[in-house]
């Protein structure tokens, strides 16, 4: 009897190392080859076509887990976050039934790509580790295992964990190297260039901003040897980041790092001229452009670029560049005022205002599309759990009952551990139902809370603005100019933090005002609220002056009203009693 349950585990071994050493097709290489080929020339359409060619033709479960995740990248790299997220579930269906650890790491470098769009960066991190542990024992699979770390350098660049960027910048290097993939390479340097330049901004070390000038040469050497190899976008973002630094950093008369940065933006242009680069990278091409006249004194030059860049933007009509459109017509509001025009200055600070409006539309737009698609994804990960433990019992099931087959007088013995199976996968399967329901509820209350703080965020922005545009219209009664301009200028500096705060805002519990309701002795008024809101956020005792146009000594007095409305003692602190509630 133990004889031959060993040859029947030797059996199941063997049925498991076969379709584990499954090799990947290499009609499939030869189309992901295409494929790069495509997008390193921004034929996303073409390449799309292709794909959708091959999807139709084949049933290969591997062939498929990689094409609908090719798919699902270029998708949100054209920001088709529905898109994005229909052929990523597809990709991730083939989970199951994928024979090849290639195939299978491709589902979840394309579900980490995915989940980098919705900021779920814990579950990018989850995902993408998944996919490398995958890949340990495959000695190639270079541009895959590229993809993953730099997912990973990217989500730990977003938490400005310096030691975890470089680290996986490196193995993204030695994969890039590895494969001796050139669009890699540069793309690697130019992550160590943003790595460094982090550094020098945290500590003002002046060898960690040579070190990034030198890696952003580095990339630009790559491009001259191999110029084919290399995309247009790699091409443009290095181009304009040595532009910048001649613009920023570089030492020496102006018009000698003009003329070197003139040089790489001309490169630039050629790119984007040939439609193979970001469109939004005319903005910076003619905002360093904007910069430079203005450090020669041309304000009139400098007016001239933006207002260039401003009707490229107009033809173009893209609601994802809205946000970059609204700053541009902040800059053009803070020139128009250096030229004392202010007819021009209000008029292109109600451009950027309705702009701004715009981009709010659409963010709000965005949001409500990325809570449901982060609902759904979540739901659709339950259910995917689910399935994978359905078809590992399933596996494990066929390889029992083959062995029963071949020796059959082990048949009863197999029949009960399949009994036993199944009883498992019973309670299993009810457990996860259990958890799937407890995580929806959780999922749609999430979904509520966070709809009260974009509704408490809103409020305050909406309501200072249009305090604002009340104190410009009265200063424009009033024909007082000196004072319009030092509001106009005030509100610059505030709506460069607008974004910030805003954010800010929105991390507030949502029982907060109810809170500190509460807690106080007297009735709170809605400015009361306001200006609590204000202190939470440790804005200071200035800043809160300038979000509301009174004199500081007013919010200090305000304050001391408060802890008379909270009955706090005179010694104590108004911030940390706040801070404390939440």
Known sequence: MKNAIVLILLLFSLFLAQGNSKEIDPSIKSILLNIEKMVLNSQNEEAIDLLMGEVNKTKSADALAIYYGQLSSIYLSKDSLQQGKKFNDLSVAQRSSALN???????????????????LSDEVVKEANEGLNILQQV????????????????????????EKMEENIRKCELNA????????????????SSLYLARYRKHKKRADLDSSYHHLLQSYSIHEIHPEQISGNTKVVTAVNLANYYLEFAEGPVLERKKKAYGYLEKAEEELKNNKGQFGRWVNIYGIKSSFAQLEGNIPLAEQYLIAVSNLLNDRKDNSLLKLEYK???????????????????????????????????????????????????????????????????????????????????????MLRSYKFKLQYAKSREIQLAKQKEAEQEIMELKHQQLQKEALANNLIIEHKNDMLKQIKSKIQEGDSSQLKKLLKEENLLSADFEDIKWQIQQLHPNFFQQLMDKSTQKLTQLDLKYCAYIYLQLSTKQIAQVLHVEPQSVRMFKYRLKQKFGLPKESDLENFLQELV
Do not use: C
């Open 101 to 119: 650890p290639e195939a299978l790491a491709a589902t979840y470098r394309s579900s980490a790509y995915l989940k980098s769009f919705l900021n």
């Open 139 to 162: 000695p190639e699979a270079y541009s895959l295992k590229y993809a993953l770390y730099y997912l990973l350098y990217s989500t730990y660049s977003g938490w400005n964990d310096s």
């Open 177 to 192: 190297n590895l494969g001796k993939n050139y669009n890699q390479q540069s793309n690697v340097q130019i992550g160590y």
């Open 328 to 414: 541009l017509y902040q800059e053009l509001s803070s020139l128009s005022e250096k030229k004392n025009d202010l007819a021009s200055a209000l008029a292109y600070h109600k451009k950027a205002e309705m702009v701004l409006k715009q981009n709010f539309d659409q963010v709000q737009l965005f949001n409500t599309q990325k809570l449901d698609i982060q609902y759904e994804t979540e739901r659709k990960d339950q259910q995917l759990k689910l399935l994978e433990e359905t078809a590992t019992l399933q596996k494990k099931l066929n390889y029992v009952y083959g062995g029963a087959a071949i020796l059959a007088v082990l048949v009863l013995i197999f």
